[in-house]
């Protein structure tokens, strides 16, 4: 346990480490970017705030990946479910209104209904036809990207505006805001301590985490693997989904291009990072908004580009999950060479 | 005759304490063919893939034609000479013969290009010069398992290796396609190469080889000219002394039949029969022992039964119900399955040891849960890990270490306490104390009986004949997918069994 | 009339260019068995150090050098994280193209001070190929002559990379990596070695792709100019198995439709044309999946 934190921690500090060489090299502070870039996400209230807003979608779609990945199911479409998701409760938003106290539930819904669809056409698909998910959540991504443009440029495009968007949706839709913190982020806790009951505590759950690492042996103890499966496909895809409503109901109120952004890969990348564990999530979730907040009052201040963010999201990912897999296997070696001696 | 290969001294060890070869030494000489024979266990694989490079040794030396030799990898072993075919033949289905034959030693001409016109005239001399009878450009894919065999060879032939090791060969060959792989083998010998081959067929023994060594248990039990051999008296070697297992079972009367399998039938995806007419029951209170060679049939059986595999035909009943197309679970309310595949079928190695102990029990019974199935209870799941772990004297930590942190004996006592602890009558056994130390198995046997006290029925499946005689009332005997024989264990004895295992009738015949 | 088909062909033709270039490079890493997902990065690093060359050196010669070098860096990254520290393939593809999409717009800032795009006349971009006789010719000649000087370089991929993988020594034994990788092993060929080789040529070819973006189609760099390209060559790939000509051929249906799209936007809207090499990847697997199904109906299997 203790050895699986020092790996992430390692990683992490490599990762940083790395980025502090790309800034001297580039003839900046290192010390008084990092400085900041906590000060600029972490340093007040409002910013707090503003990055536990920015985090949502982060960690409901990490959350998506993380009980797929956990479970057997490859499912990697929360970019496209996160649209789909999106996009339901954009219409429904603007085709229905109800008092808030209705209204925003519905909404919710809806948008886990978008996301569950489409992540359903996937688990269905590999039901029936045995087409592996892999690839039909990928395409499918695709497929929503090109559809929901569509959809914000013709049938819900919102007259005479200079770029494919939609109307706003109802204010009885929008999630409310206590000052600047949202209630969005209730939402996502409130989501997040479900899941964590669900995969740690049901009997689904159990079978889920054990189907997810011996399929075989899940079997043969009369585990319906089938079933999980698809309910699995149906849950992450109902989180994506919800990741998607929230971003319209808590952000610009409409669906706008590249509404998405890159929450969903994040999210994904999360996932990858927490290896499965649910809290984790949360956590690597927090912090890399934190990391994307605060690339922001970096640039401000000292002056290097937020970019850098990116470069070192994607070091981290890639340092901590290769060194887990290096370490483990390090670790293995070492023991099995203890044991040889032991017996020679 | 010159002796090419000397092995002396040969020790291995796999952790933790399973000692595969045990000061083992012996010698092939040049132009002969050499069969090494010796039940499931006695090192046999393990010797020849020391021999090969695929495994090191932990002690001992090999000389090749007098020379110190050690291969780190099959590349250098085929460099000097030996190569050897697997019984899973590792060829490119997709490919042609000879494209497989050329594969790592292509002939080129300018720029990589690939001189297809010379490496099929390469290989088609090479065919002619061994009279193996192939086309070059068929299929592999296309090609019956012994014509794929044969290209093994020829790919081994192609680089001119004098030592050839076939690792049961006759093994994935009908009865009919022997005798030509047999002339095969001759007409090499006969050429002056070098033929070592691993078998458990001592009728194949006898005809093909000139001299044939024994292990057992790790050990080299001996070697002799096959013209002075008989098939009693190597299975006799094969399996120890003759002794009458004490028997450690009480008088038991057998009740009602529990487990009942009628008329079953499976054949693989290669059309392959695997399981032909297998009939047989088991009553409560009795322990029905399965004798038999490994793969001949007994995985096929185990699977079906758990419903991993789907038969052709056939009916297995449990407490005279139907369940041979049941869902898993409900199969689980019958059957308790304690297997030997630890680390696929019987545990979740990277779980933690509750989280294995109360599989299929979260589901069938509600001591467990909480809110009509839905939520575990994990403080009952723990309970039980206490329980378990004081009825079948598991030496761990506690229910939230990891389950590979048990040494193998523990990890098999655990799945044992898991499966006996589900309310089924019928438990189904699958080598239960493979890979276990002396007190483990023990132990496991004292469980074993306890069972059969309780009027529990089982079905023992084992490749260990002490372990058989000791506990089954009677025993089956399984050869090539069949039911060969139905003895009483008090009537019959070790030679009796072992030639069943090997011939598949009795001696008499 | 003429003219507007001749204007298709000669737009599906650049258009299916990148396309199929750096479909070309996952051919190869296909027939490895190597589960290459990272080409979008690939092509996208190509573009952006194609930029980079051509500025510095005003030439597009050196432009392209440069996509190539960068391509192969990232492909040496790849092949560090995948093949050295056996990392699951798929991470690593998909770690790879967040850091190329990361690290060209970081650098973009840094070496080029703008955001969005980089756009200067100081950018050499590669030049058109006049064939002098074959132009003249009526309609043949105007779609045969004219085009980037990439656009024919790519036609000598096609050929080169099936000559590769079906005539040479070095293509039987990446196809056997990707049958079978301890058969090659045990015949004495590291399998790895072929892995990584497929790699790097992949990385060449992205690279090509990737200056034909930014120095041929226009002329300047933009953020995440790959814009999905990698993705439907990844398609492409998927779809035909990986066979070269099947895709060349898909890749002129998919730069097809993309001047199709372009001409059909009266009819139907756009984004529905987008989805097609998806949808149609979709299809594949589906036949793909129905013909291995039926396959072990038959053997009992449960």
Known sequence: MKRKILINVVGILLAFLI??????????NPLEAYYQLFAYSLGSPTKIAYTLNKSVPLILTGLSATVAFASGPVNLGQPGQLLMGALFATIGGLYIDLPQGLMIPLLLLLAMLGGALWSGIAALCKHFFNMSEFITTLMLNMIADSFTLWAISYPFFEKNANHPQTPLITKNGWMPEWGSFGSNVVVM??????????????????????????????????????????????????????????????????????????????????????????????????????????????ELQVEVPRELIKVLQAIIVLIVVAGRGYFEGLFARMEARRKMKGRA | MVDIIEMKGIFKIFPPNLVALDDVSLSFREGEIHAIVGENGAGKSTLMKILYGMQPADKGEILLRGKKIKFNDPGEAITAGIGMVHQEILLIPEYTVWENVVLGKEPVKYLDHLDMKTARAQVKAKIEEFHLNLDPDSKVADLSVAARQKVEILKLLFRNVSVLIMDEPTSVLTPQEVPQLFGELKRLRDNGHTIMFISHHLDEVLELSDRVTVLRKGRMAGTLDTKNATKTGLAQMMVGREVIF?????????????????????????KKPRLQNINLKVKSGEIVGVAGVEGNGQLELVNVIMGLLKPQSGVIRAQGVDITTL??????????????DRANMGACVPAKITENVIMTHHRLNRRFTNFNGRVLNYHQAEKFTGEVQDMFDVQMTSGQAPFKSLSGGNQQKVILGRELMLEAPFILLDQPTRGLDVGSIEYVHKKILAMRAQDRGMLLISADLEELFRLSDHLLVMHRGRIVADLLTEKTSVTEVGYFMLEGKSYEA | MMKIIIGLINGMLASATPILLSALGGSLTFYAGIFNIAMEGMMLGGAFFAVLGSYYFHSWVIGILFAILGSILMALIFILFAVVLKMDEFITGIGLNLLALGSTTYMLRQIFNVKGMFASTEIVSIPKVDIPLIRNIP???????????VVYLTALAVLVVYYLVFKTRFGLRLRAAGYNRTCLDTSGVSANRVRVISLIICGVLCGLAGSFLSLGVVTGFTEGMSAGKGWISLAAVILVSGSPTGIALISLLFGFTDGLGLFMQQSMPPQFTEMVPYVATLIALFVYSIRLKKKSLSTGVL
Do not use: C
């Not at chain 1, 502090?20 to 003839?27: I, K, N, S, T, Y």
């Not at chain 1, 895809?237 to 929230?246: D, H, I, R, S, T």
């Not at chain 1, 610009?252 to 952004?261: L, M, T």
């Open chain 2, 327 to 340: 869902p898993i679970l409900e199969k689980r309310k019958r059957i308790a399955f304690v297997t030997q």
């Open chain 2, 246 to 270: 004490e028997s450690i079972r009480d008088e038991h009367d057998p009740g009602e039949v529990l487990f009942e399998i009628t008329d079953l039938n499976y054949t693989d995806s290669n």
């Open chain 3, 139 to 149: 309609i043949v000649g105007e779609i045969l002559s004219g085009h980037n000087l």
């Open chain 1, 19 to 28: 980025g502090a060489l790309v800034m001297v090299f580039q003839g900046k």
């Open chain 1, 189 to 298: 806790l409130l989501a997040f301590i479900i899941i964590w009951f669900i995969v740690n505590r049901t009997t689904s759950g159990y079978e889920w985490r054990i189907s997810g690492q011996n399929s075989l042996f899940s079997r043969l103890g009369g585990v319906n693997v089938k079933k999980n499966y698809l309910a699995v496909m149906l849950l992450t895809g109902a989180l994506a989904g919800l990741a998607g409503g929230l971003v319209i109901m808590s952000g610009p109120h409409r669906f706008i291009k590249d509404i998405g952004g890159n929450y969903a890969w994040d999210g994904i990348m999360i996932a990858m990072v927490a290896n499965s564990g649910v809290f984790l999530t949360l956590i690597f979730g927090l912090f890399f908004s934190i990391l994307q907040t605060g690339a922001l009052g970096m």
